[in-house]
Structure formats: structure tokens, C-alpha cells
């Protein structure tokens, strides 16, 4: 039963134009939702995070959505640039407890 | 200010053999999160603990596996009697206090066994 889905694999966008990865959750107990980037042998970092009291969070180039009602969220990245290409994980907790991971979608950004 | 650290980056084991796994947390963080990463997949939570304290094991295989988070050094994801199926990548993270609050990652230790 997996509670945080991200549909998409894969996503290729060219560079300067915007990137939208979505993410898709199921448990209506969460609250808090996150996105990290990992880049291949790292650690995920920290991009972006958004309470469910918000439906918008924005940060640079970096904007986080929030529909509750469809329990979707999704990052929108614009402009994209190269070093933009990554694996980004979607991510939710409850109570203040653990997050919850998506299988995470792979951005390549094109030049 | 260093980040967390984990050690080692890679081990080998061969069947039937103990993997210790170590993870430094951030200073001043009290809380620690365990993940592992099997190819083509996500990050599957695996044990939350405080200093002392396992707060949430709900991820933890109930056999083989087991964590501590001593008050003096670094946490401790111990898999005994490996199989090839513990192959993964092994992520620790840590975060200054309860609450909504991100987590800092190190970079994983990756497992193989052979």
C-alpha cells in the first residue's frame, strides 16, 4: 500500500522552460509535505516544503502546489536549468512523525 | 558545521555475515531517521529514534534487523546474518527536533552482499 505516489518516472524538459513533477498521496492524515533532490551516490537534500494550511509555497525558481481535495501536490521549476537534473522525491508525514517517501521522478533538463 | 556522517560509504559481506552501519547525526540533532533504497525504487523508512529512545520501528523486518541510538556516539543499523536480498543503499537522516521540520541526509552507505 503505497500512500505517496509519483506517477511519472521520468521527465525531460528544455532548458528555461518550466518542469512540473506531481505527486499523488492517499493518506488524508498527512500534513506536511516535503520534496528533496538526489543527485546519483548522495544523500537527498532538502528543496522545498509546504504545510496543509497552505496551498502555495514559493522559493526562487521553486514553487510548491497543494490541492488537498484531490490529495495532490506538485513542484513546478522555472526556469529549468542543467544542473536542475536530478531524482526528486516527494514526500509527506503525519503528526510530526516520519516521512514518507514517493519512488521519486527523474528530471533531465536539456540544454 | 558538519553535515551527517555516515561510515562506511560502501561494505561488502558475504551471506550469513553482520553488517554494522553507522550514522553520525548533525550536531545538536537529537533525532534519527533510517531509510533504504533498493535499485529502482524509493526511500522506504525503516526506524525513527531518539537519543536512548526508538520512537518508531513500524519499518524495521521484524527479523535480523535492529537500531540503536546510544546517549554517547554515533546510531547503529545492525543486520545480522545478511542475505542477498539486504543489497541496498542505507540512508540516515537527522533533524534538530520533533515537528515539521526537514531532515539532512547523508550520502548512504551502500550494502552488497555477496
Known amino acids: 500500500d503505497q500512500q505517496v505516489k509519483q506517477n511519472s518516472p521520468s521527465l525531460s524538459v528544455q532548458e528555461g522552460r518550466i518542469s512540473i513533477l506531481n505527486c499523488d498521496y492517499t493518506?488524508?492524515?498527512?500534513?506536511?509535505f516535503l520534496w528533496y533532490k538526489k543527485y546519483p551516490a548522495e544523500g537527498p537534500t532538502f528543496l522545498i516544503s509546504?504545510?496543509?494550511?497552505?496551498d502555495k509555497n514559493e522559493d526562487g525558481r521553486f514553487t510548491v502546489f497543494l490541492n488537498k481535495s484531490a490529495k495532490h501536490l506538485s513542484l513546478h521549476i522555472v526556469p529549468s536549468q542543467p544542473g536542475d537534473s536530478a531524482v526528486y522525491f516527494c514526500?509527506?508525514?503525519?503528526?510530526?512523525?516520519?516521512?514518507?517517501f514517493g519512488d521519486g521522478t527523474t528530471l533531465t533538463v536539456k540544454p | 558545521n558538519a553535515g551527517v556522517m555516515q561510515n562506511p560509504r560502501h561494505l561488502v559481506r558475504r551471506r550469513g555475515q553482520e553488517a554494522r552501519l553507522r550514522c553520525s547525526p548533525m550536531?545538536?540533532?537529537?533525532?534519527v531517521y533510517w531509510y533504504r533504497q533498493l535499485p529502482e525504487e524509493g526511500l522506504k523508512f525503516m526506524v525513527y529514534?531518539?537519543?536512548?529512545?526508538?520512537?518508531?520501528e513500524s519499518g524495521m523486518p521484524k527479523e535480523r534487523f535492529s537500531a540503536e541510538f546510544p546517549k554517547e556516539g554515533p546510531s547503529i543499523l545492525r543486520i545480522q546474518q545478511v542475505v542477498r536480498g539486504d543489497s541496498a543503499a542505507y540512508f540516515c537522516?537527522?533533524?534538530?527536533?520533533?515537528?515539521?521540520?526537514?531532515?539532512?541526509f547523508g550520502q548512504g552507505t551502500r550494502l552488497t552482499v555477496v
Open positions: 537522516a537527522s533533524s534538530p527536533f520533533t515537528g515539521n521540520t526537514e531532515a539532512f
Open positions: 493518506n488524508s492524515m498527512f500534513d506536511y
Open positions: 509546504i504545510s496543509s494550511i497552505k
Open positions: 514526500a509527506a508525514s503525519a503528526n510530526a512523525g516520519k516521512s514518507t
Open positions: 550536531k545538536g540533532h537529537s533525532h
Open positions: 529514534l531518539q537519543k536512548e529512545n526508538i520512537i518508531d
